[in-house]
């Protein structure tokens, strides 16, 4: 049973902080501690962390729960939805599914960049993406796989998203659905001026490599689950891989993940009536 949880929350979410603060007066009452976003920046390692908002909360908050090796699970009060298992209508319930321990846990694969230039490196649950950012002209992003040329784009960016981020922003750059379970990366380039348009789904045991090209003076932004990471100049590379850490997801009921596609991106789905 956990004995220490995590209530994360982005700040000034109003619908947030009331559901957030329903949850602490309850696990209180089952004498719960209930520790605070700030914990993660302090040093204090809950037992298991719960986001109160969307996906991008859930990101932001799966950084901390990567880190230290716990359980991750989202209340749902964004737009989509995807990562969140519940809905806030659903949260009493919810938690005390998770204080009897009725729940499973689900391992998802996350990806590893590489600076090369700052030898720093950063892990991602959804994609990582070189972007020209705010920059007016198109990037030129050579890209390899396992040291062999894959090729040169002109375009907004390069996006490497793991079967968790195929229906993120590589979906909405033509990338195609990758069921969550799958061991592959997905290599899709984001408005490109040419006819290859195609993605790509590699092993994940292989190794990506990003190259700025040095060839024309550019500058652009590298962004790990849509957050800023840091800005590349001409030369930059990025390295990406798969890594034997996960992000364990705890789930209240079995994952149907076309079923959830259907719900959330619903211009997709069909009645079954």
């Known amino acids: 049973m956990f004995r220490k949880i995590c209530l994360y929350r982005i700040a000034e979410n ?3 902080e009331v559901c957030a603060l329903t949850a602490q007066t309850y696990l209180e009452s089952k004498g719960i501690q209930v520790l605070t976003s700030d914990c993660l920046n302090t040093g204090i390692t809950p037992e298991l962390i719960i986001t109160f908002g969307g996906d991008g909360t859930l990101l932001s908050g799966a ?3 990567i880190e230290s090796n716990i359980p991750l699970i989202g209340i749902n009060l964004g737009t989509v939805g995807f990562l969140t298992e519940e809905e806030p209508g659903n949260l009493i319930p919810a938690l005390d599914n998770i204080l009897q321990g009725q729940y ?4 998802r694969s996350l990806l590893e960049a590489i600076n090369v230039r700052t030898e720093t490196s950063m892990f991602a649950l959804n994609d990582i993406v070189i972007s020209r950012g705010g920059f007016a002209r198109l990037i030129r992003v050579e ?3 396992n040291d062999e040329f894959y090729g040169v784009f002109t375009a907004d960016g390069m996006i490497v998203a793991t079967p968790t981020g195929s229906t993120g922003y590589s979906l909405s750059a033509g990338g195609p659905i990758v069921t969550p379970e799958m061991n592959c990366m997905i290599i899709t380039p984001i408005c490109p001026h ?3 348009r195609c993605s790509s789904v590699i092993s994940e045991k292989s190794v990506i490599s990003m190259i700025l090209r040095p060839d024309r003076k550019q500058s652009a932004e590298l962004q790990i689950d849509g957050r800023n990471a840091g800005s590349l100049q001409s030369g930059d590379e990025i390295i990406v891989r798969g890594t034997e850490r996960k992000l364990r ?3 209240l009921s079995p994952y149907r993940f076309f079923t959830l596609i259907q719900k959330k991106l619903n211009e997709w789905g069909t009645s079954h009536e």
């Open 143 to 145: 890209c390899k796989v």
């Open 104 to 107: 499973i846990i689900e391992e």
């Open 194 to 196: 040419s006819l290859q």
């Open 14 to 16: 109003r619908k947030a």
């Open 249 to 251: 997801l705890l789930r």
């Open 63 to 65: 950084r901390s729960a």
